[in-house]
C-alpha cells in the first residue's frame, strides 16, 4: 500500500484565497487511476484552509468566541476544497471516499490522542480510496487546533506501515537549502535521516499555520525512523507520480527507511 499526500502548494495557488488548480488535480488523477494501486491519500488546505486559519490564530487554540466562526468557515472551506478533489478523483474512475479528521481524531496541545484507523482500514478492504485532508480538530488542552496533512501522513504511516509514503509537492524534492531563494541550491536524489540533519530550511513566502518544509522534514524524519522509504516528488511535472507508484525511474528525492 502506498500513503500519498497530495500538497496544498500543488492543488491551489497558495498566494490566492481559494483557488484551485483543476487541472493539475484532474491530471494527477489520472496517473492516480493508471498506476491502480492501492493507496491512501491525504491532501493539504493550500489557499482554502492557511489564510483563514492565520486571520483567526485557530493553531494557537481557544482565545475568544470570536474565532468559532472562523473554525466552522475554515473547516467549510477546507471541506470544499475535499469536495473539489473527491469530483475531480470520481472523474477519473476511483471510488474515493471522504473522511474528514474532525470527526474522527482529537488532538492534546497539537499531539494525537485519539484516532479511528478502523474506518481508514475497512474502506481499503472493501476497495475504496480513502481521501482525508488538512483539517481544524478539537483539541483537550487548547480547545481546538489545525490538524495538518502532514501529522496524519504520519498517524496514517505508524499504523498502516505502508510500502512507501510519497509527498506531492511543488519541486523535484529536497535540496541542500530552498531552491526558491537560493540558486546554489543542490538537488538531493537520495539521502538517509542522517543526512537530513544537515539541512537548511527557510519558511516559503505564504501564510502556512503548520511551519512548511521545516515541518515536513520533521515529520519525514519519524516516517523514515519506521523503517519506510519516503518520496518527495514533483506534482507539476508530468508522469512524475504515476512513474514513481509503478516503480519506474524518476526524478525524485528518495529518504531511505531506517535510522542512520
Ligand atoms: O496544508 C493544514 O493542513 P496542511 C490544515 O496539510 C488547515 O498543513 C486547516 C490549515
Do not use: W
Not at 468566541?65 to 473539489?84: C, W
Not at 476511483?94 to 485519539?114: E, R
Not at 519516503?230 to 525524485?252: A, F, V, W
Request: overall charge positive; aromatic content about 8%.
Amino acid at each position: 500500500m502506498f500513503i500519498v499526500k497530495l500538497g496544498g502548494s500543488v492543488i491551489t495557488d497558495k498566494s490566492k484565497k481559494y483557488f484551485f488548480k483543476r487541472q493539475v488535480m484532474k491530471r494527477l488523477s489520472s496517473e492516480l487511476k493508471k498506476a491502480n494501486k492501492e493507496t491512501l491519500l491525504v491532501h493539504g488546505a493550500g489557499s482554502f484552509g492557511h489564510i483563514l486559519a492565520k486571520e483567526h490564530m485557530l493553531n494557537q487554540g481557544y482565545k475568544s468566541n470570536k474565532q468559532l466562526q472562523g473554525f466552522s468557515l475554515t473547516h467549510a472551506m477546507v471541506q470544499k476544497l475535499n469536495s473539489l478533489v473527491l469530483e475531480s478523483l470520481h472523474d477519473r474512475g476511483i471510488a474515493a471516499v471522504s473522511i474528514p479528521p474532525h470527526a474522527i481524531l482529537k488532538l492534546d496541545d497539537h499531539k494525537p490522542v485519539k484516532m479511528d484507523y478502523n474506518i481508514f482500514r475497512e474502506y481499503l478492504d472493501r476497495g475504496f480510496t480513502p481521501l482525508t485532508f488538512g483539517d481544524v480538530v478539537l483539541d483537550g488542552k487548547l480547545g481546538f487546533s489545525i490538524c495538518s496533512g502532514d501529522l496524519l501522513l504520519q498517524m496514517l504511516a505508524e499504523h498502516f506501515k505502508p510500502e512507501k509514503v510519497i509527498f506531492v509537492i511543488d519541486e523535484d524534492g529536497l535540496y541542500t537549502s530552498n531552491p526558491k531563494m537560493d540558486k546554489n541550491a543542490k538537488f538531493i536524489e537520495k539521502s538517509t535521516v542522517s543526512e537530513l540533519e544537515a539541512l537548511t530550511t527557510s519558511s516559503n513566502a505564504y501564510d502556512d499555520v503548520t511551519k512548511g518544509m521545516e515541518g515536513k522534514i520533521e515529520t519525514i524524519k519519524h516516517i523514515v525512523s519506521l523503517e519506510i522509504d519516503t518520496i518527495m516528488l514533483n506534482g507539476n511535472i508530468d508522469n512524475r507520480l504515476y512513474d514513481t507508484l509503478i516503480g519506474k525511474e524518476s526524478k525524485h528525492t528518495l529518504i531511505y527507511g531506517g535510522k542512520k
